[in-house]
């Protein structure tokens, strides 16, 4: 079951927003700082993998540049972590296509 979640990482002032699939692991991940609410990471394991499997090494580390890396792991614990909540499919949809926007203007 798909499940839609955040967490607050203190240390570097970011909120955290991931669409876990069913093996635990992030299908897509959403960084936004907290001081400014920028976007900082919007990347998508399918995009990933896509590049991995049909591109060069100089195109990854592009979409790496423009979009972040994609959390590694699974999710396991996530709810133990500061600020954490289950959110809705709706808002981290808000959410990317906001990160994505910004982000793909950023390049």
Known sequence: MTTWFRTYYEDEDLWLYFEAADDGWAARHVEIRGKDS??????????????????????????????GVLAEGPMDGWQDQPGAAEISQEEFELLWTEARRALGNSA
């Open 38 to 67: 920028r976007p900082v990471t919007a990347a998508s394991l399918e995009e990933v993998l896509h590049l991995r499997d049909h591109a060069d090494l100089a195109a990854m580390f592009r979409y790496e540049r423009q979009y």
